[in-house]
């Protein structure tokens, strides 16, 4: 009875390793993503800080004049300082619903120094198909501030011309997903793996049976599912929720040359290689002396001569061997025991994988 209950133990331990990931967290299910809205608007009552006499905001205080039934003449044209052009941009969530409200970002398109204390007026919020799928209107709330003085002295904390308000819109339409008629599921990998893409397919087989899921190529799996919205929401619950064992990740080695940064990932080999790290340093002393005529001369001056100096030094350092390993440990040891600088690090892997010792893709951002 223990043989067979510590045989239960250790098949449940490997069938959940600890090292596995949750589905959820390797993608998405297509169809089920955000969507852009940009709208454009005006902010007014700003405190002498807006557009001005800028063309287009005149244009479009007019055409917001107009909704109300007012026409302003053609040759007048209002001063606008106290309002702004703005860009008005959201994000709509997946399954976001009539009625619901989406936080907004507006950002001044003139020569507004300021939206502080503006009032954004009723905005409609565009989708890329051109159709309207929220209404935007509030307050805004600036981090930014700004101050200038008679003389043109100014100073500007954060950035005045950009604000947000939170719950400033609201949803007017729902976005068509295709959830709950769509002939499969399909989820999407956020990385091409044919190896991953197979063992969630075979996670998917293994909890809801064989057939199920089938591995279209290197980032969907097709889910065979039921028509239903309700159905289907409970059976993607299930799925995002098993635990898959990643493929490990193509090996590379990333370089920001602009900030000596080097990361290597845990798949990187390196072959049996020997390396020599040295520097060259050319020194040149500059020094000033006096040249002065002979004692009781009464011929000759004082002059100032110019002595210069010239050396070079080289640092000798010993050929290094770097042994052959397949932990990046032991790859880490050897290169840290060179001695080398971010810069010099970034020469010697160019020159491991010219020499075909380093086993990874270097990448130089």
Do not use: C, W
Not at 179 to 200: C, K, R, W
Not at 238 to 243: A, P, Y
Not at 275 to 300: C, W, Y
């Amino acid at each position: 009875m223990i043989r067979k209950l510590l045989i239960l133990i250790a098949a449940m331990l490997v069938a959940t390793p600890a090292y596995a990931d949750r589905i959820k967290d390797l993608g998405t299910f297509q169809g089920i993503r955000s969507n852009q809205l940009t709208g454009y608007g005006i902010v007014v009552g700003l405190p002498g800080s807006g557009d001005d006499n800028l063309e287009y905001t005149i244009q479009s205080m007019k055409a917001v004049a107009s909704r109300f039934g007012l026409q302003l003449p053609a040759n007048v044209n209002p001063g606008l300082k106290n309002a702004a052009v703005v860009m008005v941009t959201a994000e709509l969530p997946p399954f976001a619903k009539p009625g619901q409200k989406l936080d907004i970002t507006v950002a001044s398109m003139g020569k507004a120094k300021s939206l502080r204390g503006g009032a954004l007026i009723l905005t409609p919020m565009l989708g890329a198909d051109g159709q309207i799928y929220a209404m935007a209107q509030g307050n805004l709330a600036v981090g930014g501030l700004g101050a200038e003085g008679k003389d043109g002295s100014s100073v500007v904390v954060n950035i005045p011309s950009a604000g947000r308000i939170p719950e400033g819109a609201t949803v007017e339409r729902a976005v068509q997903t295709g959830f709950e008629t769509a002939p499969n599921l399909t989820y999407n990998l956020a990385h091409a793996d044919f190896t991953t893409a197979q063992n969630v397919a075979g996670a998917i087989n293994s909890r809801l049976g064989a057939g199920t899921a089938q591995a279209i190529d290197a980032v969907s799996v097709a889910v065979r599912a039921p028509v239903g919205g309700d159905v289907r929401a409970t059976l993607m619950s299930e799925i995002e929720n098993l635990d898959v064992v990643s493929a490990e990740p193509p090996a590379k080695v990333i370089v920001n040359a602009r900030t000596g940064t080097v990361v290597i990932n845990s798949t990187v080999r390196v072959g049996a290689a020997a390396v020599t790290h040295g520097k060259l340093t050319v020194r040149i002393d500059e020094k000033e002396t006096a040249s002065q005529p002979a004692p009781f001369s009464n011929t000759g001056t004082t002059e100032k001569l110019q002595k210069s100096g010239v050396g070079v030094d080289e640092e000798k350092h010993p050929m290094f061997i770097i042994e052959a390993s397949p932990k990046l440990a032991d790859v880490v040891k050897a290169v840290n025991a060179i001695g080398a600088s971010p810069a010099d690090l970034v020469a010697i892997l160019e020159a491991l994988k010219e020499a075909g010792a380093l086993k990874a893709e270097l990448i130089i951002l």
